[in-house]
Nanobody
Framework: VQLQASGGGLVRAGDSLRVSCAGSGRTFSRNKMAWFRQAPGKEREFVAATTWNGESTGYSDSVRGRFTISRDNAKNSLYLQMNSLKPEDTAAYYC????????????????????WGQGTLVTVSS
């Protein structure tokens, strides 16, 4: 079971970037999925999450209105569209998936996610 995040890079403040997460080893189409991030020297924090069917999403206050999470269950993939990027968005972005089928629970709690990707680095310059 693997989650592979990609799409990170160096951008300027105000730019847009989309990061992706490809799942392999099992289907993730029946599981909630999320993005978390960790900046250097800081704790990991919740960014965005979606239920298994994409009908419900959640965002942290710091990204709401700028970031959009989406998923393509046919491709076993998760995406995060990031617009109006700020230097404080600089972090390694990790995708995560729950293993319980069709369960929602808390979308923002890291301990509800069982499988984690390796992270993709997003750097936003001012």
């Amino acid at each position: 079971v693997q989650l592979q995040a990609s799409g990170g890079g160096l951008v300027r403040a105000g730019d847009s970037l989309r990061v992706s997460c490809a799942g392999s080893g099992r289907t993730f189409s029946r599981n909630k999925m999320a993005w978390f991030r960790q900046a250097p020297g800081k704790e990991r924090e919740f960014v965005a999450a979606t239920t298994w069917n994409g009908e419900s999403t959640g965002y942290s206050d710091s990204v709401r209105g700028r970031f959009t999470i989406s998923r393509d269950n046919a491709k076993n993939s998760l995406y995060l569209q990031m617009n109006s990027l700020k230097p404080e968005d600089t972090a390694a972005y990790y995708c995560a998936a729950d293993r319980t089928f069709y369960y929602s629970g808390s979308l923002s709690q890291a301990n509800e996610y069982d499988d984690w990707g390796q992270g993709t680095l997003v750097t936003v310059s001012s």
